[in-house]
């Protein structure tokens, strides 16, 4: 299923227009937003998944602009990796991952063993099945961090939106996560994701979109863009390039 | 949560609630200035039994029993949702002013020297009043949050306590005990059981096929909403709807505190935080803590007749210390 942007801009509130974003986001493809603080990444993933509004410009989800979708069936095809999530209700792993299964169950509908095995597979491909009993809120950072992305994976969409997917992990969760968005394209979704690492960017994503904090915006695949006086002049951060094992490696100066 | 082991644990626990509101309801017939032996009851249900026993049972304490079961369900299920759509399990029905605008209506209504009818007609005016308050002023200019609707509540709940310190500083004494049982709840003031069983009814039947979105919603509007949840209106709805629960209740007994709290926390403690099992559960629990609250309430020291709020309160305090201090939140 193909996101695609038309003319999009992001309402970032007390900033200029900036540049409009033509984007034609594909099956198979792994999009980087990269940015400074504030530049709009959260807001524009917001936009991108139908929370909000854009200012100006449509987004389309199989060549049907949002607005026109139910919400309903826009949860099936499309999950949402948040940044900040309410954790303060008591609920167990479990329970939170399941309710990735929400927008395919009517409302008299328990969920079924299907539904169960999906839940339980995620959790076994975060490694969170030791923890399915546990209340969300007794857990660590990286740990809900997983929850999250195990909800989204429960949720199994055509689309994944994560905004910064790889917060609080640690190195081998960082490469785990980024390893199932991945294998997701390549078993056909499209994957949207806010990232800081630019490392983490040049290995795992095929194409980038680059935000500035005037609204500027620049985006193709991931060799066009990962040039090192762009990312400086992003981050406003003299950088250092080596090269490991083929693939570009950035270190701030 | 669905699987073998949690279905039987879940019959298991209807099973209990089920049995034990009929025990509740039995004991509260059953039990009183004259108490009428289990045999006699069930003469009285088959019709026979010796006038006197009928007229207690059927006339003056059946009615009673169901009105403390189904005010007691109401508001356990109104504090469910509360803290369901302020996300903070320590909400309360109460939380958001409503029992003080119905407090200051059925005050007001004793003062002017009016009815039972009309002291209760002028409490559920007083609740819908404040719902309206807190709801329009919570939508401001702004966006509507949690946050800004809990803030308004307690707001309006300390500008409603100030009016009512007035009405009692001003009362003449005579009219005094009668307000201040109303205050702590007494379910003396319940004339008919018909409408709070009946508004139970339809508030569960209402709410059986809503548990899983409430579900959704409890992990945050915006996770709600990418789950396909459209958020606003049901905010609103449960809004309305909780607010409708409990002015129902307040109208039944005056304001009974404790139930809406601590029996939904209790239940979250014992069967996990699943509003599809949390919100039938909290009808049967509150109905059965409030029955058996108002049946010690007229029997400790019969004949006279304690406010069943202080029952509550005096049973919900310790209980509901004691679980914070246990619990992990």
Not at chain 2, 11 to 35: K, N, P, Y
Not at chain 2, 70 to 99: E, H, K
Not at chain 2, 105 to 114: E, F, I, P, T, V
């Amino acid at each position: 299923m193909v996101l695609e942007t038309c003319d999009l801009v992001v309402d970032v509130p007390g900033r200029a227009a900036g540049r409009a974003l033509n984007l034609r986001i594909e099956p198979g493809q792994v999009w980087g937003v990269l940015g400074p603080n504030g530049a709009g990444k959260t807001t524009l993933l917001h936009t991108l998944a139908g929370l909000r509004p854009p200012r100006g410009g449509t987004v389309l989800l199989d060549n049907a602009p949002l607005p026109g979708w139910r919400r309903r069936a826009l949860a099936q095809q499309l999950a949402v990796i948040f940044q900040e999530r309410q954790d303060g209700f008591p609920a167990t792993v479990m329970e939170t991952v399941l309710i990735g299964r929400h927008p395919f169950l009517s409302p008299w509908q328990m969920e079924s063993a299907a539904d169960l095995a999906l839940a339980e597979a995620a959790l076994t491909q975060l490694d969170l099945l030791p923890l399915r009993d546990r209340l969300v809120s007794t857990l660590s950072g990286g740990e809900r961090q997983r929850v999250a992305v195990a909800l989204a994976l429960t949720q199994t969409p055509a689309v994944w939106l994560a905004d910064e997917p790889t917060n609080h992990l640690d190195l081998h969760h960082q490469v785990a996560v980024m390893t199932l968005l991945h294998q997701q394209a390549r078993d056909g979704r499209a994957v949207v994701m806010c990232l800081h690492d630019l490392n983490l960017a040049a290995r795992w994503c095929d194409h980038l979109l680059l935000l500035y904090p005037d609204g500027e915006a620049c985006w193709g695949p991931t060799d066009d863009m990962l040039v090192p006086a762009a990312l400086e002049k992003l981050y406003d951060q003299r950088l250092a390039v080596g090269e490991v094992d083929g693939v570009r490696v950035f270190v701030a100066r | 949560m669905p699987g073998a082991d949690a279905g039987l644990r879940h019959s298991l626990t209807w099973l209990v609630l089920i049995l034990a509101s009929l025990l509740a309801l039995a004991l509260a017939v059953a039990i009183g200035s004259e108490t009428v032996q289990p045999m006699q009851v069930f003469a009285v249900l088959r019709g026979e039994g010796e006038p006197l026993h009928r007229l207690l049972l059927l006339e003056l304490r059946a009615p009673r029993a169901l009105a403390a079961f189904a005010t007691g369900g109401l508001l356990a299920v109104a504090g469910a949702l509360m803290q369901v759509l302020l996300r903070n399990p320590l909400a309360d029905p109460y939380v958001l002013g409503l029992s003080g605008g119905a407090a200051v209506g059925a005050l007001a209504a004793m003062l002017s020297g009016l009815g039972t009818a009309l002291i209760s007609g002028s409490a559920f005016a007083g609740a819908l009043l404040s719902t309206l308050l807190v709801f329009g002023l919570a939508h401001g200019t702004g966006s509507w949050t949690p946050t800004r609707l809990l803030l308004t509540g307690v707001v309006v709940a300390a500008g409603w306590g100030a009016v009512i310190t007035l009405m009692l500083a001003l009362s003449p004494a005579e009219r005094l005990p009668g307000m201040l049982y109303w205050l702590m709840g007494d379910m003396s003031y319940a004339r008919s059981p018909w409408p709070p069983v009946l508004t139970l009814v339809l508030a569960c039947l209402l709410l059986l096929p809503a548990g899983r979105v409430l579900n959704v919603l409890a992990r945050g509007p915006l996770q709600a909403a990418a789950l396909g949840v459209a958020v606003r209106p049901l905010e609103w709805g449960i809004y309305i709807l909780a607010s409708l629960l409990t002015a129902v209740a307040v109208t039944t007994a005056g304001s009974v505190g404790f139930v809406g709290l601590v029996v939904p926390h209790m239940l979250r403690l014992v069967l996990g935080n699943d509003q599809r099992i949390i919100l039938p559960a909290a009808a049967l629990a509150g109905g059965i803590l409030l029955t058996l609250a108002d049946t010690l309430a007229r029997t400790v020291l019969a004949p006279e007749q304690l406010p069943v709020g202080v029952i509550t309160a005096l049973l919900g305090v310790p209980t509901f210390l004691y679980l914070l201090y246990r619990s992990r939140m």
